[in-house]
């Protein structure tokens, strides 16, 4: 099954305005200078969406947020609906991510609601998925990864409106990444436990992206595995130089 890769960069709580459109700018040049064989996403926080969208203008780059609330509109002070992305020029979202399931207490449930408000409006999501460095020491990896998925994946999923990140939480931002092994081992388990729930056609074309320290250097090896279909990175794609790279070596 050939699965197009897709490179992605979380920009997280990075960047005022001037620093963003100068890297938005810079990726989508390098973008623009080659061909290259795989999609592409940037996710700059919500505050620099909509002057992203116009660096992105006439390049194959997507725009994505990093969270969306489940609601259309309404009260929710300081949240932001799946409406207000897709007017923005979102086409995508990331939910899930450890950071949110940590720091605001997302719950399976919650982050499987949000999937399903977001498919229903029209945004693809990226769903973020991995275990802490605890749960790896005591050999809980593949089935906390299963009860993620079971749990945050909604019954709609496709493969067109769902990308699956396995990011192992010790991982990220660590410069520790798990053996090119490991990672095949947790990405196929992964896919195993897509097509107990989403049946193998899905299961099949479905992406799963890596997470977690992802470099330049290391990005071929962990790129080339047979069930890691992309990249989910933090630290390397704020440098336009570095996120260019990890596209490069990973589609060689
Ligand atoms: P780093 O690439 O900085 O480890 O971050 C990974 C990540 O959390 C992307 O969502």
Redesign the pocket.
Known sequence: MVRKKLIAG?W?MNCLQAEGIALAKEVAAKVKAQKFDCDFLICPPFTLLGAIKKCLRGTKIALGAQDVHFAEKGAHTGDISSLMLTDLGCTYT?IG???RRVDHFESNELINKKAVAAHQAGLNTVI?IGETGEERDAGKTIKVCQDEIDGSVPNDATAKNTVI?Y?PIW????GKTPTAADVEEVHAAIRKALTKKLGKATANKMRILY?????PSNAAELLSLPDVDGA??????LKAEDFINIAINSTK
């Open positions: 979380n997280k990331i991510h450890s950071e973020c990140a990011e991982a990220i931002g660590t997470g977690g320290s992802v470099k989910l990175i933090g630290g390397a794609s």
